[in-house]
Each structure stands twice: as C-alpha cells, then as structure tokens.
C-alpha cells in the first residue's frame, strides 16, 4: 500500500493547477499574438506569464518541501499544510490576472505553507540523523 496518498493528491492538483496556468499563457500569446520566444508584451500578458513563472520559481521550495516533510513527520500533516499552496495559487493567479496589486494574499497563503513545510522537514530530517547516528 502507497504510504504518502495526501503528499501524492496534493503534488498532483498542484501539477494540474501549473498545468492551468500554462494553458493561460498560450491562449494569452494567441490573444496578443505574440510569437515564442518573446517573453513581454500588453500587461495583461505579461501578468499572465508572471503568475505561471513565479508558481514554477515557488514549486521548486514546495514540492521538496512537502515530501521531505511528508517522509520525515507525516503525510496527513504534510497535505493538511501542504493544500494551502495550491488553494494560494490559485487566489494568488486569479487576482494577478484583475491587478499586480491584488495578488498579495494568495502568494502568502502558499508562502506561510512552503515555510511551515520547509521548517517541518528540516526539523524532522534533523531529528531522523539525530536518532539514525548517536
């Protein structure tokens, strides 16, 4: 039997959630028609490609995180802390998407998750050395 079933559900709605912001950023360049490998254009498009660069940039802290939390201190708790990145993302997306002003809260929902997680993990990794050699 699977041992990590929140970390796994919790990595994939992540996943399809990155996967959402994705195909925002192609219908946004087909909107504005802007050719790959242009990275800039209209703000509007350019906050598109904000919200799915900064999630790739904040899911390298997090997915680590949430395993190693998840292996280290426990799976239940790992995807009770670790939903709240995702749920972040997608707040932190939609109010990107109206105003670069209104993205605040949704960052920091995900933010205080992967920090609680990355606390939680380093603790728990300490702790597994610590009983593993003395």
Do not use: C
Request: hydrophobic share 55%; charged share 15%; no cysteine.
């Amino acid at each position: 039997m699977f041992e990590y079933p929140l970390a796994a559900l919790v990595t994939l709605l992540t996943l399809f959630i990155y996967f959402w912001m994705a195909t925002r950023v192609g219908a946004a360049r087909r909107k504005h028609e802007i050719q790959a490998p242009t990275m800039t254009g209209p703000e509007e498009f350019n906050r598109v490609l904000r919200v799915h660069a900064n999630t790739v940039e904040m899911m390298v802290l997090f997915l680590p995180s949430l395993w190693l939390f998840a292996l280290t201190i426990s799976d239940f708790w790992a995807g009770v802390i670790g939903v709240f990145f995702p749920i972040g993302r997608i707040f932190f997306a939609l109010g990107y998407y109206q105003a670069s002003d209104k993205r605040g809260r949704g960052f920091m929902l995900g933010f205080i998750a992967t920090l609680i997680l990355l606390i939680g993990a380093t603790l728990g990794a300490v702790h597994a050395a610590y009983a593993l050699y003395s």
